[in-house]
């Protein structure tokens, strides 16, 4: 590597993990929607997204967070900054992301606007972001109305189709800041008319603080005060800062307070509340403000107008030196040219312009979607009346069995403004990418979701705030023993306490769902919809209108996945404290009874495998005791393919203790490898393989993945088989029918709201584990194993060969084809022809299942930002050095620029 590629920032990373210098302590940490969460209901009924809206937020002071646009914050969300902006013709000012709820979009809630995530660096010493401001008045009534009159069967009403982006007539505000310190930070707004006419716009870079001092925290009240070109801000844990705005026109001030006289004619208590800056601008209420210059929000007014095709530059900064200039063009030149530095030292040199352009932004993408998240469990439920040991108390109050949990930290988001709050198992998934450029944040974000204020004291790990005792796939092992093999190839050795410390709160989760979640005690689990929403032909979180349960195929492969992972962990930690050995036999012999299970021997009715068809299936228990097979080829079926794992030799070898105890278990109960791989016989260069599937089920159930006409699509593997396009499942239940067909889009029913579906379309963070699954299978076959693949193609592949192709369809969704489009961006025009579009890289949240177009939340960076991994990985990853190394987690393989 050379000696100072990309070392810079990370020098800046060690001064962070050091705490030498707090360079992570501001970041783009600001949400980009507080209104309609769970933390801000305060409603009789749980509606949250009614209780707190849209039009409420510019008037009404939030309780345990802050939105804003393009924003930052300090790490503890106390004083935020983020611009407003208005065109002259809107009806309120710009200061926040506009969407439609849950309620009134066809398919669920989604945000209506264009912005990008351009740039960033783990520290944020630099970052970049694009907003796209129509020049016309914003559309906020049609995109309601109508979203509202479409149904489910419709394509959703996007910002584009409602014309106010025809003939170019926009501004792009790009937003850069650059750290010129820890605490010193350069700000650079660049506005520029796209449009062919005279425009003008009023800027209003916004500071304000966090309002903590109406909620009886006993904290004083912070201040802001303005003297010309300067706001001073004055608060008691973060000391003095000033906003450097010299070129501001004038300098406004109000306070961060509800105006309760707008919302519900009840007279406020200061005459200056949070929706001053809109009255003064829009509608000239020069009593809006607080001419006295002071307040807990204040903004620097700029008006520009511009000739179209033109541009021009604000400077701002936000700063403990009052000496400081705002205008800093030497810090972001050194900013822009080490973050260039950096990520060229994680591109391999083998990837194209293109692939380095989606790796980068995915990357960006991930660090900006960092957000400050509050919730303090026991205040909500004393506020909300509904705490278990208040009396009398409110029932049906969402999370009262979780009062134990402070949340108070940064936190990955999946997307900041449709989802805003942490999902576990997206979480997990979120790590494996973020490690590529910040080992010390991956590693820090898992150990969050294990520690006392998190964990549920019986070892359940919270889901999301809509429901934090809902079910997610148990994938946290596997991430925690990637991000321990990733720093271990990195460094030559693992954080040894970070994997010990993680083991035991996991094993407290995994006796968690061992209790809980196999109902009949026979080593074959449920968990409800398990984060694959509307997968199943019944809402599998739900009483099923049979009576009875079912036993999940999906569920039982996270657990034997979870086994697996669990003696991986236990192997690790046995190279330095042999009492690890009995956990590493623990759990082998967990994994051999949950494999067993989904195939005894003989052929069994009442089991997830199917000898017939070849396929994994859901298992339908009648309250008579009878069973069905659902018969529904998805990812269900599929991810027993995914429990598999290889064992080096020198560690099959090694612990006589843990092979003397299978030995003898394998003796007693020789019936539990009758079906599945076995575990005591050798594979290439004398590796141990633990999976589901032996050599006969592998590829049967490959024979089905790699089918187009079944689940291999153009850009990646289906949740759904397309088998079921022209052969719907249906069941009748009681004269009602119940029905799963393909849709390789949108999905057309409401089941867990009606905004995801895996009934078709492709899923980035299931195809990783397919990836990962695919080179477990390789390092154990070797290149002997081929298969057809395309299924019926004639074409042979060895299992590398396989991932490669299954990757080189995921990165085609967001690469530029030969026709010079990118599948991502469908049929817009202006995405794929505009020089100010064509390169401005979204991450849906998932994919249409046939040509690739994004769907869902726009902005989940956050697992379908793993693409970044993937790109990188199959950009140095080679099968002859797999084959003949040492390292059987290839997925996990570090790379660095070795020049």
């Known amino acids: 590597m050379a000696p100072n590629k990309g070392s810079e920032e990370r020098e800046r990373l060690a001064e962070a993990r050091s705490k030498a210098a707090p360079w992570k302590r501001w970041g783009p940490y600001l949400s980009e929607r507080q209104w309609g969460t769970v933390r801000e209901d305060y409603s009789d009924n749980g509606n949250a997204w009614d209780y707190f809206t849209h039009d409420q937020a510019r008037s009404r002071a939030y309780r345990w967070g802050e939105d804003g646009l393009a924003g930052i914050s300090d790490d503890r969300q106390q004083l935020c900054f983020a611009l407003a902006l208005w065109n002259g013709k809107d009806p309120i000012l710009k200061e926040r992301l506009f969407g439609l709820t849950n309620s009134e979009g066809n398919h669920g809630e989604d945000v209506k606007e264009y912005y990008f995530y351009l740039d960033s660096t783990p520290t944020h010493s630099y970052m970049k972001y694009l907003y796209k401001y129509p020049q016309a008045a914003f559309p906020y009534s049609d995109l309601v109305l109508t979203n509202r009159k479409r149904t489910r069967t419709d394509f959703e009403y996007e910002l584009l189709d409602t014309g106010v982006f025809d003939e170019h007539k926009y501004f792009d505000v790009f937003v850069e800041y650059a750290k010129a310190g820890a605490e010193d930070i350069a700000i650079r707004i660049t506005v520029a008319n796209r449009g062919p006419e005279t425009a003008t716009l009023h800027l209003l870079p916004t500071l304000w603080f966090r309002n903590t001092w109406s909620y009886g925290t006993r904290t004083g009240r912070p201040s802001l005060k303005g003297t010309p070109g300067r706001i001073t801000a004055e608060h008691a844990v973060l000391g003095r800062f000033h906003l450097q705005c010299p070129e501001a026109r004038e300098l406004l001030f109000t306070g961060n307070e509800t105006n309760t006289q707008r919302l519900w004619r009840l007279a406020n208590q200061t005459p200056y509340v949070k929706d001053a800056f809109h009255h003064y601008v829009i ?92 919730f303090d469990l026991d205040v909500w439920l004393e506020e909300h009346n509904a705490h278990p040991a208040a009396r009398p108390r409110r029932h049906l109050v969402r999370n009262s069995n979780w009062f134990h949990m402070v949340n108070d930290d940064i936190i990955s988001m999946p997307d900041k403004w449709e989802y805003p709050w942490y999902a576990a198992w997206d979480l997990a998934f979120h790590t494996t990418a973020l490690a590529m450029v910040d080992l010390d944040f991956a590693k820090d974000q898992l150990d969050l979701m294990l520690r006392e204020l998190y964990l549920h004291p019986n070892g359940q790990m919270p889901a999301y705030e809509w429901n934090f005792g809902d079910v997610n796939p148990p994938v946290h092992a596997w991430a925690t023993l990637f991000i321990y093999s990733l720093e271990k190839d990195r460094t030559g050795h693992g954080d040894v306490e970070f994997l010990k410390r993680s083991f035991h709160k996991l094993m407290l989760n ?51 996945l979870f086994a697996q992972n669990l003696f991986e962990i236990s192997l690790e930690l046995a190279e330095h404290d042999v009492l690890y050995e009995d956990f590493a036999a623990k759990f082998v012999e967990h994994f051999l009874w949950i494999a067993s299970a989904m195939d005894r021997i003989g052929d069994n009715f009442d089991e997830m495998w199917d000898e017939t068809d070849g396929f994994f299936y859901d298992l339908l228990r009648f309250p008579d005791g009878s069973a069905q097979r659902l018969k529904v080829r998805s990812l269900v079926g599929l991810l027993p393919l995914c429990a598999s794992t290889v064992v080096s030799p020198s560690q099959a070898n090694r612990f006589g203790v843990m092979t003397d105890r299978i030995r003898k278990f394998l003796k007693r109960h020789p019936e539990v ?165 064509r390169d401005l890289i979204l991450f849906y949240e998932y994919f249409h299942g046939d040509n690739g177009a994004g769907l869902g939340a726009s902005h989940q960076t956050g697992w379908t930002g793993t693409v970044a991994r993937l790109i990188q990985l199959f950009g140095h990853l080679r099968a002859e050095e797999l084959l003949e190394g040492e390292n059987v987690r290839p997925v996990a393989a570090d790379y660095e620029d070795a020049e």
């Open 283 to 374: 509608e000239g209420k020069g009593e809006a403000v607080n001419p006295e210059l002071e307040g807990t929000k204040a903004a620097a007014l700029h008006v520009v107008t511009l000739a179209g095709g033109t541009e021009t530059v604000v400077h701002l900064r936000l700063t403990q030196d009052a000496g400081a200039p705002a205008r800093a063009d030497e810090v972001f030149a050194a900013r822009i040219a080490e973050a260039d530095s950096f990520y060229d030292n994680i591109t391999p040199d083998g990837l194209s312009e293109d692939q380095g352009r989606v790796m980068r932004q995915a990357l960006a993408g991930m660090l900006w979607t960092k957000q400050y998240y509050f």
């Open 510 to 560: 995994f006796t968690w769902w061992v209790n809980r979640k196999d109902p009949g005690g026979r080593n074959v689990f449920d968990g409800g919809f398990l984060g694959l929403d509307n997968i199943g032909v019944f809402d599998r979180s739900s009483a099923l209108p049979t009576g009875g349960f079912l036993e999940q195929a999906d569920g039982t492969a996270w657990m034997a």
């Open 673 to 837: 490898l009758a079906n599945i791989a076995p575990i005591d016989r050798d594979g290439v260069d004398g590796r141990r393989l633990l999976s589901i599937l032996d050599e006969k089920k592998l590829r049967r159930v490959l024979e089905k993945m790699l089918d187009e006409q079944e689940f291999l699509g153009p850009y990646g593997i289906r949740s759904l088989s397309l088998y079921h396009k022209k052969h719907p499942f249906e069941i009748d239940v009681h004269g009602e029918e119940y029905k799963v067909a393909y849709l390789p889009a949108e999905s057309d029913n409401g089941m867990f709201g009606g905004n995801s579906n895996w009934r078709g379309p492709v899923w980035m963070p299931v195809n990783m584990l397919i990836v990962r699954a695919l080179l477990q299978y390789y390092l154990y076959y070797g290149d002997a194993f081929q298969v057809e693949c395309p299924t019926g193609s004639g074409r042979m592949m060895n299992l590398f060969e396989v991932t490669q192709e299954i990757s080189n369809r995921l990165g085609g969704i967001f690469l530029r084809g030969q026709d010079g489009k990118r599948p991502v961006y469908g049929g817009s025009q202006l995405f794929q022809e505009d020089p100010h579009w």
